[in-house]
């Protein structure tokens, strides 16, 4: 668990401004996870939120009550308007409705939140939460590229089903989406002159049009090394096989299926980049010959033969070059001998890192949120953990760095 003076967010003073949309439920855990990360949150909400989410929960998980009112003569005790609007490091409306970005973009100061905006020097993030259609409306659109142009900053909405049923733009970004930004907002930009390849997420192989062969893998570890790295300013392209997660901010994205699209791919892209990340869990194998129809049962037949064949080495192919060779990283899921597996890994390989994962554990690896990883390189090696995989891809890329700039 992380101390609040060692969180990413340590002591940054945030107002998470709450307005009356569906998507306030998920603020609870917004809040939560911004204060794990070590920042200090004042909530403040309009009355119809107070609709959608209690100010009960807002207190306890903030540990401040929530200031609700412009003329609330116990809140201007503790910390009057002005005060608050000089206390924050960010403003972060969440959600923002169509409503609340109409009144900010017109200057109103007709409740709390408002006048906050109005009276606060800190920067102002907004998070749309709204109907698509109400999203797309011309009024919505002009509003956003009037704040936009104030410099607030606009973060989302997601694009997906909607509470109202419909699907389009307009879904408030999750609790991690949100806290990434602000993480991002805040984070030192000392990584701008470093640009990273990454490989995540299984490949599919296809055997006909409906089936195909896999490996067990989230992409989560991937997508959180993406973020790590882009959060610090670096440019990050992630060439990501099948997964269900969101892009992180400020990261290109190609989406692949097979191991050769996903080779093809790396090979296009890798003299461009400083270090190349192999995150994926690339089938080893496919099918030699793909069918063009879909095999069908057959009432006589108990067994059919699959004839596969070696995929490329991806990370090796990297690896190997002779001409802008990217600082090559590798991954080893291992299920018995660590260290002798990883090592032989990294040499046959020729990595300039190789980061292992006991996947025998069911508390990490794969498909779980956190993982424990051991760093092995050619002249040391070190554990990184059990962790949140966003911490423990913070860690590494720490540690890829380091080993990068000692490279060069
Ligand atoms: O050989 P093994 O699959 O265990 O090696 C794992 C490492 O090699 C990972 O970094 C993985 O992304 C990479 N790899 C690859 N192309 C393959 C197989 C593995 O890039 N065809």
New binding site residues.
């Given amino acids: 668990m992380l101390g609040k003076n060692t969180g990413s967010l340590s002591g940054k003073r945030i107002i998470l401004g709450i307005s009356a949309g569906i998507a306030a439920y998920k603020c609870a855990e917004l809040t939560r996870r911004l204060i794990e990360q070590g920042a200090k949150v004042r909530v403040v909400m309009t009355d119809s939120a107070k609709e959608f989410i209690s100010p009960l929960t807002m207190q306890a998980l903030s540990g401040h009550p929530v200031s609700e009112h412009l003329f609330d003569p116990a809140a201007e005790a503790s910390m009057g308007h002005i005060e608050l609007a000089k206390w924050a490091d960010l403003v972060l409306i969440a959600p923002a409705t169509a409503d609340i970005l109409a009144r900010i973009t017109a200057g109103m100061g007709n409740d709390l939140l408002t006048t906050l905006c109005l009276a606060t020097q800190a920067p102002i993030a907004v998070a749309p939460a709204m109907n698509q259609q109400m999203y797309q409306a011309v009024a919505t659109q002009e509003n956003l590229a009037t704040l936009t142009r104030r410099g607030y900053l606009i973060w989302g909405p997601a694009y997906g089903e909607q509470a109202c049923g419909d699907i389009g733009p307009g879904r408030m970004l999750e609790a991690s989406g949100l806290l990434s930004c602000v993480e991002t907002h805040f984070s030192k930009k000392d990584l701008t002159e470093i640009s990273f390849l990454l490989?995540a997420g299984p490949t599919q192989e296809a055997i006909d049009p409906v089936r195909y062969l896999t490996n067990k893998s989230s992409g989560r570890m991937g997508y959180a090394i993406a973020q790590a790295a882009a959060q610090r300013g670096a440019k990050v392209t992630l060439i990501s096989g099948p997964v269900a997660l969101e892009t992180p901010e400020n990261v290109f994205r190609i989406d692949v299926e097979s191991?050769e699209e996903m080779h093809a791919a790396v090979q296009t892209h890798a003299k461009d980049h400083e270090i190349f990340i192999?995150?994926?869990?690339?089938a080893?194998f496919k099918a030699a010959d793909i069918a063009t129809q879909k095999v069908k049962k057959k009432e006589s037949l108990n067994e059919i033969t699959l004839t596969l064949i070696k995929?490329?080495?991806?990370?090796?192919s990297v690896a190997s070059m002779t001409k802008n060779r990217p600082f090559t990283v590798?991954?080893?899921?291992e299920t018995q001998h660590l260290e002798a597996h990883a090592q032989k890994?990294r040499i046959q390989?020729n990595l300039d890192l190789i980061c292992a994962n006991d996947v025998s554990r069911n508390d990490q690896g794969f498909n779980s949120h956190q993982n424990a990883l051991h760093l092995y390189w050619d002249t040391g090696n070190k554990p990184l953990p059990l962790n949140d995989k966003t911490e423990l891809a913070k860690q590494l890329i720490n540690e890829i760095i380091t080993l990068y700039k000692k490279a060069k």
């Fill in positions: 490989t191991a192999a995150c994926a869990a690339v080893d995929n490329p080495d991806i990370v090796a590798g991954f080893a899921a890994k390989k």
